[in-house]
């Protein structure tokens, strides 16, 4: 039974920095695409960044260059490293993890909707 817990989130002033943990069981994390989404009130859910297989990353125009995605084999955990927060970075956040074509569809399914299995989510404030 594949399960994901996000944890870390909080509060943060603008400019702040938060790593988000995603902690996997049930499967190898690092043979599934892996993404991090979030959504804020009022909003869709939005892809923040996501890493293949093959190790390859991608990211959200919004957070290119703030925002670090990474995965720890020994720990079966996922990670976000988020710096110079802003106040549009408010969000729950959401790991999530697809066996097949994820990573594949990503650039037409900024949703996420190919993902299958799906954290809880944690909630990122960040304050200006």
């Known amino acids: 039974q594949v399960t994901l817990v996000e944890y870390g989130g909080g509060s943060v002033q603008a400019g702040g920095s938060l790593r988000l943990s995603c902690k996997a069981s049930?499967?190898?994390?690092?043979?599934?695409?892996m993404g991090w989404f979030r959504r804020a009130p009022g909003k869709e859910r939005e892809r923040v960044a996501i890493?293949?297989?093959?190790?390859?990353?991608k990211y959200a125009d919004s957070v290119k260059g703030r925002f670090t995605i990474s995965r720890d084999s020994a720990e079966n955990t996922l990670y976000l490293q988020m710096n110079s927060l802003k106040a549009d970075d408010t969000a729950m956040y959401f790991c999530?993890?697809?066996?097949?074509?994820?990573?594949?569809?990503?650039?037409?399914?900024?949703?996420?909707?190919?993902?299958?299995?799906w954290g809880q989510g944690t909630q990122v404030t960040v304050s200006s």
């Open positions: 999530a993890a697809d066996r097949g074509l994820a990573c594949y569809y990503s650039d037409y399914d900024p949703r996420g909707n190919h993902f299958t299995y």
């Open positions: 049930g499967y190898t994390l690092r043979t599934y695409c």
């Open positions: 890493i293949d297989t093959d190790s390859s990353e």
